[in-house]
């Protein structure tokens, strides 16, 4: 059964940073590209950071929406068949629950997606 187990979430005040992993099980990891996404409050989930698979033409291929270039980093251990994003320099808005999924750009495998965790930026 795949599974997506994000972890990390949490109150930070504006200009801090956060470290969240998302474990995977049930599929080969490194097959598969890992992407992040957040839901606000009252909005449609959204993309935030993507990585390719370990494998194939464009392996560890990158992707970040434009409110998050610069200050969020995802990477990826197949070792441990976990992802990563650092997020550095958060902003109020930034704030939503996060999601990891096996995904890159607009395109998300189909399953079920885990119980996310609750990021928030605030003073």
């Known amino acids: 059964q795949v599974q997506l187990v994000e972890s990390g979430g949490g109150q930070v005040q504006p200009g801090g940073s956060l470290t969240r992993s998302c474990v995977g099980s049930g599929f080969t990891f490194r097959s598969f590209p890992v992407s992040w996404y957040r839901q606000a409050p009252g909005e449609e989930r959204v993309l935030v950071a993507g990585i390719g698979s370990t494998i194939g033409t464009t392996p560890g291929r990158l992707n970040y929406s434009d409110s998050v270039v610069g200050r969020f980093t995802i990477s990826r251990d197949d070792a441990l068949a976990t992802a990563y994003l650092q997020m550095n320099s958060l902003k109020p808005e930034d704030t939503g629950v996060y999601y990891c999924?096996?995904?890159?750009?607009?395109?998300?495998?189909?399953?079920?997606w885990g119980q996310g965790t609750q990021v928030t930026v605030s003073s």
């Open positions: 999924n096996r995904g890159f750009g607009t395109y998300v495998w189909p399953g079920p």
